[in-house]
Nanobody
Framework: QLQFVESGGGLVQPGGSLKLSCTPS????????VGWFRQVQGKEREGIAC????????KYPDSVKGRFTISRDNAKNTVYLEMNNLTPDDTAVYYC???????????????????WGQGTRVTVSS
């Protein structure tokens, strides 16, 4: 199976930080735009960060803009999500996925993403 593997989640207090990693299994990510998504139980999976193939363009929703930063190191075949100033509302399972469709980050539509990982859980609580 070709899919991403997410790691780095855990328990953190409000105001804390975490850095998640997304690595592909059986393929390289340099030809893909990559997105981070999160899902709270009972809610739809939401896009929270997206990065272009070269890393030159990124996109975030207002809910995380200024707090979360997506980056990629194609030489290491890894995409990262740095999360700062976390709040309980950030508690969710975080997923990454990729797309070969050019400029998908502009609209950030889940339908174009594939090779979803199993997710890594982030819990923000005191």
């Amino acid at each position: 199976q070709l899919q991403f593997v997410e790691s780095g989640g855990g328990l953190v207090q409000p105001g804390g930080s975490l850095k998640l990693s997304c690595t592909p299994s059986g393929f390289t990510l340099d030809s893909l735009e990559v997105g981070w998504f999160r899902q709270v139980q009972g809610k739809e999976r939401e896009g929270i960060a997206c990065i272009s193939r070269s890393g030159g363009r990124t996109k975030y929703p207002d809910s995380v803009k200024g707090r979360f930063t997506i980056s990629r190191d194609n030489a290491k075949n890894t995409v990262y999500l740095e999360m700062n100033n976390l709040t309980p509302d950030d508690t969710a399972v975080y997923y990454c996925a990729g797309t070969e469709v050019v400029d998908t980050c502009t609209d950030f539509l889940k339908i174009f993403f594939a090779r979803w990982g199993q997710g890594t859980r982030v819990t923000v609580s005191s």
